[in-house]
């Protein structure tokens, strides 16, 4: 057998493991090593790879980013802004047709420019919104599918934790792929709003209005956001102008968010520890997922997979763009089965090398950047789509009254409206790229 024939096996291999419900870091490193042992012929040369490997992965500059964002999330979380973005987001909207849960989307969207994780913002949005639905009589599923939903907007909207492993991975430039994520990330927030007035208008038994809020309460109401929005400005608006590189604003936004949080008197030595341990163990699953997909894709590169797939679709005589949709079809696929992060890991080392050296008319960075943000809505969708839409079963647990199966079919709107945006984004790579063009 042909180390090519062994590095096509090994992906069988790998979803046999993960099936097995085997965490996706210690799959991943065990395929890998495995794999390198046999290629190589010893189990030596791979274990001193990993002295350096292990150094060289986790001293990386860029990669520091990671602990710092999630660090900002938790302070973000017990500092009381979710709760004062859902609020005033319900004065302005409300009173509206499904207008609760528009605020509920709005929310999301504000919590995410702060968070970057897609479950830490379903959780923590969830716990705010998810009674103020009950309470205006929202259907089981449309409450569940509108905040998973929102969910993955913690992650569509910069600053996004994914979108620097991508830039890692494919070598592009973190501050553009954010920049490159804006538009795409309003037009999530946009399409979920405009998915749950459609819904609510095909079935008016599904929601009520809330009370309409005086023009005075809604401005006063804006007051509590202004930290929000400053710290969004702060750190996302610092590296758009050059301000900051992306490790720093990170920095600025951890110590930010914590000092509203000691503003607001919710940052206690307790609440302190617990926001150091929770991104502490976020951080080490992360970077186990990294060193795991380090390993496993040094294996690929020895029985040069990557370099064979780029060859065949160079040579394949057909549209580029029809294999674009293929790639996209089987992200979608595998997003149900696996989180965003994983499937980054595991794939961009083969996928985009291949899909760079063919011609979809995009000169210099510009195919790095769209393929990103493709690639990131695509596998988003996986996090509220059935069997494994992790964000479904967030939402799910948090009441014991919405089955799973309510679940399923309330995010069905979303869904749709997500694969929209996915047509538009690939059909007019402008919506992408433009504020970039604009900014650099």
Same mark, same amino acid.
């Given at each position: 057998?042909?180390? !090519?024939?062994?590095?096509?096996?090994?992906?069988?291999? =790998?979803?046999? !493991?993960?099936?097995?419900?085997?965490?996706?870091?210690?799959?991943?490193?065990?395929?890998?090593?495995?794999? /390198?042992?046999?290629?190589?012929?010893?189990?030596?040369?791979?274990?001193?790879?990993?002295?350096?490997?292990?150094?060289?992965?986790?001293?990386?500059?860029? @990669?520091?980013?990671?602990?710092? !964002?999630?660090?900002?999330?938790? !302070?973000?979380?017990?500092? *009381?802004?979710?709760?004062?973005?859902?609020?005033?987001?319900?004065?302005?909207?409300?009173?509206?047709?499904?207008?609760? *849960?528009?605020?509920?989307?709005?929310?999301?969207?504000?919590?995410?420019?702060?968070?970057?994780?897609?479950?830490?913002?379903?959780?923590?949005?969830?716990?705010?919104? +998810?009674?103020? @639905?009950?309470?205006? *009589?929202?259907?089981?599923?449309?409450?569940?599918?509108?905040?998973?939903?929102?969910?993955?907007?913690?992650?569509?909207?910069?600053?996004?934790?994914?979108?620097?492993?991508?830039?890692?991975?494919?070598?592009? /430039?973190? &501050?553009? @792929?954010?920049?490159? &994520?804006?538009?795409?990330?309003?037009?999530? &927030?946009?399409?979920?709003?405009?998915?749950?007035?459609?819904?609510?208008?095909?079935?008016?038994?599904?929601?009520?209005?809330?009370?309409?809020? /005086?023009?005075?309460?809604?401005?006063?109401?804006?007051?509590?956001?202004?930290?929000?929005?400053? #710290?969004?400005?702060?750190?996302?608006?610092?590296?758009?102008?050059?301000?900051?590189?992306?490790?720093?604003?990170?920095?600025?936004?951890?110590?930010?968010?914590?000092?509203?949080?000691?503003?607001?008197?919710?940052?206690?030595?307790?609440?302190?520890?617990?926001?150091?341990?929770?991104?502490?163990?976020?951080?080490?699953?992360?970077?186990?997922?990294?060193? *795991?997909?380090? #390993?496993?894709?040094?294996?690929?590169?020895?029985?040069?997979?990557?370099?064979?797939?780029?060859?065949?679709? #160079?040579?394949?005589?057909?549209?580029?763009?029809?294999?674009?949709?293929?790639?996209?079809?089987?992200?979608?696929?595998?997003?149900?089965?696996?989180?965003?992060?994983?499937?980054? +890991?595991?794939?961009?080392?083969?996928?985009?090398?291949?899909?760079?050296?063919?011609?979809?008319?995009?000169?210099?960075?510009?195919?790095?950047?769209?393929?990103?943000?493709?690639? @990131?809505?695509?596998?988003?969708?996986?996090?509220?789509?059935?069997?494994?839409?992790? /964000? =479904?079963?967030?939402?799910?647990?948090?009441?014991?009254?919405?089955?799973?199966?309510?679940?399923?079919?309330?995010?069905?709107?979303?869904?749709?409206?997500?694969?929209?945006?996915?047509?538009? =984004?690939?059909?007019?790579?402008?919506?992408?790229?433009?504020?970039?063009?604009?900014?650099?």
């Amino acid at each position: 057998m042909s180390s !090519f024939d062994l590095g096509l096996i090994s992906f069988p291999i =790998l979803m046999v !493991f993960l099936f097995l419900r085997m965490p996706i870091g210690i799959a991943m490193f065990t395929v890998g090593f495995v794999g /390198n042992w046999i290629v190589m012929g010893t189990p030596l040369a791979i274990l001193n790879q990993l002295k350096s490997l292990t150094v060289t992965t986790f001293s990386s500059y860029s @990669l520091s980013i990671v602990p710092l !964002f999630l660090l900002m999330g938790q !302070f973000a979380t017990i500092s *009381g802004m979710s709760a004062a973005l859902f609020k005033s987001a319900e004065q302005w909207l409300g009173h509206r047709k499904g207008g609760v *849960g528009m605020a509920a989307i709005g929310a999301c969207a504000g919590f995410g420019a702060i968070c970057g994780s897609s479950m830490a913002t379903a959780a923590t949005m969830g716990q705010v919104a +998810l009674p103020e @639905l009950r309470k205006y *009589g929202y259907a089981n599923g449309l409450a569940a599918g509108t905040l998973a939903a929102g969910g993955t907007l913690g992650v569509l909207i910069p600053p996004s934790v994914v979108l620097v492993i991508y830039a890692i991975l494919a070598e592009q /430039n973190i &501050a553009k @792929l954010f920049v490159a &994520a804006f538009i795409p990330g309003l037009m999530a &927030a946009a399409g979920y709003m405009i998915a749950i007035a459609i819904y609510v208008r095909l079935y008016p038994d599904s929601a009520t209005r809330g009370p309409r809020a /005086n023009y005075v309460d809604r401005l006063r109401g804006l007051g509590p956001v202004l930290p929000v929005i400053a #710290v969004f400005v702060v750190v996302v608006g610092g590296i758009y102008a050059g301000i900051f590189t992306p490790t720093e604003a990170a920095s600025v936004g951890a110590a930010a968010t914590a000092l509203l949080a000691v503003i607001n008197g919710t940052l206690s030595f307790r609440a302190l520890r617990t926001s150091l341990e929770a991104t502490a163990k976020s951080t080490a699953m992360i970077f186990m997922i990294v060193i *795991g997909a380090s #390993v496993f894709n040094n294996f690929l590169s020895l029985a040069q997979v990557p370099q064979n797939v780029a060859d065949y679709a #160079v040579t394949l005589a057909v549209s580029p763009w029809l294999i674009l949709v293929v790639v996209l079809l089987l992200y979608l696929i595998f997003g149900c089965l696996m989180d965003s992060l994983s499937m980054i +890991l595991l794939t961009i080392p083969i996928i985009y090398p291949a899909l760079s050296q063919l011609d979809f008319g995009l000169q210099g960075d510009d195919f790095g950047l769209w393929f990103g943000i493709l690639v @990131l809505v695509v596998v988003e969708v996986g996090l509220i789509t059935p069997p494994v839409g992790l /964000n =479904l079963f967030v939402i799910k647990s948090m009441s014991k009254e919405i089955t799973l199966r309510e679940t399923f079919i309330g995010v069905t709107p979303f869904v749709i409206s997500d694969i929209l945006r996915v047509v538009l =984004l690939t059909a007019l790579p402008f919506l992408s790229l433009w504020l970039v063009h604009l900014i650099y």
